[in-house]
């Protein structure tokens, strides 16, 4: 009785991330290219056949999720805030640390310039996904969710399908990148916030 009762509280759950994905469509897809708007539908579905990964799976069998799973999944939209000043709310106190920074503020990318891509001198991009999907869709559409394992869980669908924004690097052919990455997700607010981002890093041929 109490497996029973577990499993159909993880149905509940799974039933609420997909009424919220079908009710906030527009938000989901906003002006994105129509390939990954059919990626996202297609991400959904199979989330719904799959569902929530389980103890009895291989992968997962020492993650107890059910204590994660109790909270409120329901969707609390942030719109993104473009005049956020990174700096007034992240420092990295370590001295001397040399990176490059991206950073998402509420599930949404910002940076020092205001810029959603940066095209550097050698070639490489780095900035929004979301900004990358609209101003490189051809790029983005060979690679993807190419990569991505099918699983028997839904956890890889449900990101997939409801990602809102995240993380983009593109390093093209014979192009060396020895600067460390930092990526920062920072959660600046009082209010509930489901924050689910997408990460995306390209980096073609390099011939030594």
């Not at 056949?49 to 109790?70: D, I």
């Not at 700096?87 to 810029?115: P, W």
């Not at 190419?146 to 449900?158: A, H, S, W």
């Not at 409801?162 to 060396?176: I, R």
Request: glycine letters at 6%; aromatic letters at 10%; one cysteine or more.
């Amino acid at each position: 009785m109490k497996l029973l009762v577990k499993m159909e509280a993880l149905h509940k759950i799974q039933e609420q991330l997909f009424d919220s994905f079908q009710k906030n469509q527009d938000r989901y897809f906003g002006n994105l290219p129509q390939w990954l708007k059919i990626e996202k539908e297609k991400a959904i579905q199979k989330f719904q056949v799959k569902g929530f990964p389980n103890r009895s799976m291989e992968e997962w069998r020492t993650t107890n999720l059910e204590k994660a799973l109790q909270e409120d999944y329901g969707n609390y939209f942030k719109e993104a805030e473009k005049d956020v000043n990174i700096d007034h709310v992240f420092q990295c106190e370590i001295h001397n640390f040399g990176t490059l920074l991206i950073s998402q503020h509420n599930g949404f990318h910002v940076s020092k310039d205001g810029k959603d891509l940066t095209v550097m001198d050698n070639g490489i991009v780095i900035g929004s996904i979301l900004a990358a999907a609209r101003e490189m869709p051809d790029l983005l559409q060979e690679h993807f969710g190419k990569i991505m394992p099918e699983t028997k869980d839904g956890m890889n669908d449900l990101n997939t399908a409801m990602f809102q924004d995240g993380f983009f690097l593109y390093v093209p052919d014979n192009v060396h990148f020895d600067v460390p990455i930092q990526m920062v997700n920072i959660i600046n607010t009082t209010e509930n916030l489901m924050n689910i981002r997408g990460i995306l890093f390209i980096s073609e041929k390099i011939v030594m």
